[in-house]
């Protein structure tokens, strides 16, 4: 069998979704002497959305595939880096406190012979939450430590970990970067799409016609091109995941406050806030219900809920599409990022899906029209992905108590849009979750290890009684302890390592 070799491929698109693909896909066929020509169209009258800030932690695999310098990626994004996400009221206040949990990147191993959370669990003498008994990052945070020793290597550090950036320096970097590596950048507003039988013939624009063997769409929720080729191909999670819009705004830091390594995620009245720190400001913003809140409501409850003691930079309000296709391969046209499908950014996953769907190609594109059956298991794949996330985001909805408003009254019902989740909540109200539990999905991010810092954290703990002695299980506690205090004394405060990086 004889397969035509992939000669062009066309991304209509720019922001960090459109350059991130560039520069991966002119690295996959370029580095080593390959001929493939990567072009990249983007309108110079159409701004990117800018304020997704946050990332996972397998980002940083991506950027060093992708050949970035991790220095001088943090210095000109104004990054900072990020070892989880502290959520903030979710659940009802207890004894007057504002109920918080911390949920970090890392997975360990075991400690003693039960692992970690079975022996937390155990521990009738633990008052620690399960982050704070288990977690290196819980302790490195309480510190104001980031996961970097002096001598640890670009992209490695003490526990997992991932950025703060600016999305807008982020795209102006990675735009130079593909540049210089031989990407081609046309700035030009596309008119029409040309099309026959499902697939993408030409794109004209207003400087010429232009044709490829592919075509990428990054060009966001309008989905410029892949709304060309497949009609009805959209499905909504907006049922389960009402939050579909946002009010944005980047303000200053008081004086003196030193960036914080983690995100802050604090429920409100219909939907949440997040509290993002890079090196030389903050951004924040509401996500909320759009049927349940106006926008000028929902940035009153912002400002409300942040005071007035920072000046505020910038504030801007956003739509957004919460589902995702249901072919993001159709004929010629791959739609990554936005323009595919968008789960609400409560786990920062924005740009890991432009990771995954990126990266597939690199098992998938391997000639210039491959069979249906190659189109298909790349749907499949992103399908599976997408479903997981919608899964693990559900969750930190549907084990809410808080009733206050008809917002979490909803929320609390969701586990029934995610297929077998109820029956897993109710599993894990006996035993520990653990892989076995999740095994045959699509998880390409968070595990067994994920959901237990959510499930303990909203405290649907398990009713356990293994036959371990309070001796067994203190003691490796103890150990996990010890692991803790190594890892502050080995690390950076995140303001030292920020210092360094500035060098």
């Known amino acids: 069998m004889t397969t035509e070799t992939i000669k062009n491929i066309t991304i209509v698109g720019g922001g960090s979704s459109g350059w991130i693909t560039a520069m991966y896909l002119q690295q996959l066929y370029n580095r080593s002497g390959g001929d493939v020509k990567i072009r990249l169209i983007e309108s110079k009258d159409i701004s990117t959305i800018g304020v997704g800030e946050a990332t996972v932690h397998s980002i940083r695999f991506l950027f060093a595939a992708m050949g970035l310098d991790e220095n001088e990626l943090i210095r000109e994004t104004n990054a900072t880096l990020k070892t989880g996400i502290m959520f903030r009221n979710w659940m009802k ?31 009738t003498q633990s008052n620690q939450s399960f982050a ?135 429920a409100l009245t219909n939907g949440w806030v997040w509290e993002i720190d890079l090196a030389s400001r903050q951004g924040t913003g509401y996500v909320y219900d759009g049927n349940r809140l106006t926008k000028q409501q929902a940035e009153q409850e912002l400002l409300e809920h942040l005071g007035d003691e920072q000046e505020i930079i910038r504030t801007v309000h956003l739509d957004m599409k919460i589902g995702c296709r249901k072919e993001f391969w159709v004929g010629n046209c791959i739609a990554i ?20 769907g990126a990266r597939l190609l690199a098992t998938h594109l391997s000639s210039k029209n491959p ?106 506690l103890q150990r996990l302890q010890e692991q803790q205090k190594q890892a502050v004394k080995a690390s950076m405060t995140h303001s030292e390592f920020l210092k360094q990086t500035a060098l």
């Open 93 to 123: 206040p207890e004894n007057g406190q504002t109920h918080e949990y911390f949920h970090p990147f890392e997975q360990q191993g075991p400690a003693g012979p039960l692992d970690n959370a079975t022996t937390w669990i155990s521990a």
């Open 132 to 266: 704070s008994a288990t977690s290196i990052s819980s302790e490195l945070i309480k510190h104001e430590h980031c996961p970097k020793a002096k001598n640890s290597p670009p992209y490695k550090g003490i526990v997992p970990y991932g950025y703060h950036l600016d999305a807008t320096l982020m795209g102006q970097f990675l735009k130079r970067k593909a540049c210089e590596a031989g990407v081609e950048h046309i700035e030009t507003n596309v008119t029409h799409i040309n099309t026959s039988d499902n697939r993408i013939e030409s794109i004209m624009t207003e400087s010429g016609e232009y044709t490829a063997d592919i075509y990428i769409d990054c060009t966001g929720f309008k989905g410029l091109l892949i709304e060309q080729v497949k009609k009805n191909n959209w499905q909504s999670f907006e049922e389960e995941l009402p939050c579909n819009k946002a009010v944005a705004i980047q303000r200053r830091y008081p004086e003196g406050t030193p960036p914080k390594p983690y995100t802050v995620a604090t």
């Open 337 to 356: 990022g936005l323009s595919g499908g968008f789960i609400e950014p409560l786990e920062s996953t924005g740009l890991h899906l432009v990771n995954v």
């Open 371 to 476: 069979p249906q059956s190659v189109r298909d298991s790349y749907n499949k794949t992103i399908n599976g992905i997408y479903e997981d996330l919608r899964q693990f985001i559900i969750l930190h909805y549907c084990l809410t108590d808080r009733e206050d408003t008809e917002f979490w009254k909803h929320a609390k019902q969701t586990a029934k849009f995610a297929d077998g989740l109820q029956e897993k909540i109710e599993l894990w109200r006996h035993k520990t979750c653990e892989f076995m539990d999740l095994a045959g999905g699509y998880g390409t991010i968070f595990t067994d290890e994920n959901y237990r810092y959510i499930l303990y954290g909203m405290d649907h703990t398990p009713c356990i009684n293994l036959p371990s002695t309070e001796k067994e299980l203190h003691n490796t």
